[in-house]
């Protein structure tokens, strides 16, 4: 064999990243072993498979990109041998790649993920979050395999298993003078602070559910960050809307919360299982994917107090 697989991995990773000290950070890879695997690639394919760019990366040559797209190819051939030759033998083996909708990530993730290692000890969840522009991008590129996200706008070459909906709720601090009722209409918030997880479609939606019923927040802080979120409304900066309750009802610093149903018929959000439809699914993509169809449900979400 005049290169290896472990090469054309290091390879594809490069080009992925379009920088070598990028790529070492991303596969946790010496940069001497990406450098040396990509010279020892272009000496066997004889063709030029970047374009050094001074201080600026490098990109792939024309000749390297259909390279790449022939190596990231039979790099999905092997693996789905190897978790083949692991289904004769009743094991599953390999890797999949998760991205997670980024409020989803710290609350969902975890016990899912390691419920399915837990299972299935031949496999390797490696996980990423972003939001739904980069999951979906990861998702084209062939970085992640399958994305955990939200039924937001997604195009007509992803496929999209639902797994539950989601209901909006008001977030508290424990000591709120509302935090007491057993649900919370958005008319008797419209003088209390909002705190708006601004995400990219995510604002959108909650601010959504303000115009349908002709109201206005008063909006006091924009975050991206769930803990932030929760922080700050758990201090009494304000109010917040989220459709995920974690079970710990504390924010980092011990602060308590409360969640109380969002009064009305709200449009929820679905939470659900994202891939690439002209992507062949591998054995370890179907097995994660039925075993999400399996955890995740109206009766029970890992990371949640039951829905």
């Known amino acids: ?111 899912l ?34 994305a955990l996200t939200y039924d937001m706008q997604l195009e007509s070459d992803v496929g999209f298993i639902p797994l539950v909906e989601l209901k909006p709720h008001v977030l508290l601090a424990a000591g709120h003078r509302l935090a007491a009722r057993d649900e919370i209409s958005l008319a008797a918030l419209t003088e209390e602070k909002f705190i708006l997880l601004d995400l990219p479609l995510s604002d959108n939606y909650f601010m959504s559910l303000f115009a349908s019923d002709d ?11 769930i803990e932030v979120q929760r922080a700050l409304v758990a201090r009494g900066y304000g109010y917040s809307l989220a459709n995920l309750r974690p079970i710990n009802r504390h924010s980092l610093d011990g602060s308590e919360l ?21 992507v062949r699914k591998t054995i370890v993509v179907d097995s994660f994917s039925e075993f999400c169809r399996e955890q995740i449900s109206s009766e029970k979400i890992p990371g949640m107090t039951q829905p």
């Open 113 to 146: 993920c390691h419920a399915y290692m837990q299972s299935h000890g031949g496999v390797e969840v490696n996980v990423s979050e972003g939001n739904q522009a980069e999951l979906l991008s990861a998702l084209k590129k062939g970085a992640i395999d399958v």
């Open 1 to 111: 064999m005049q290169f290896t697989l472990k090469q054309l991995a290091y390879f594809v990773a490069a080009g992925e990243a379009g920088s070598i000290l990028r790529a070492a950070e991303n596969i946790h890879v010496s940069q001497p072993s990406i450098s040396n695997a990509i010279a020892h690639l272009e000496e066997v394919f004889q063709v030029q498979l970047f374009i050094r760019h001074h201080a600026q990366g490098m990109s792939l040559t024309t000749a390297g990109g259909q390279i790449m797209e022939k190596a990231k190819a039979l790099l999905r051939d092997a693996e789905e041998l190897r978790s083949f030759a692991g289904k004769l033998s009743d094991r599953i083996f390999g890797s999949i790649n998760v991205g997670c909708f980024i409020p989803i990530a710290p609350v969902v993730t975890p016990e």
């Open 215 to 225: 109201l206005k927040p008063r909006i006091y802080a924009r975050t991206r960050h």
């Open 258 to 278: 409360v969640y109380r149903p969002l009064a009305g018929v709200n449009r929820g959000l679905t939470l659900g299982i994202a891939t690439l439809n002209q």
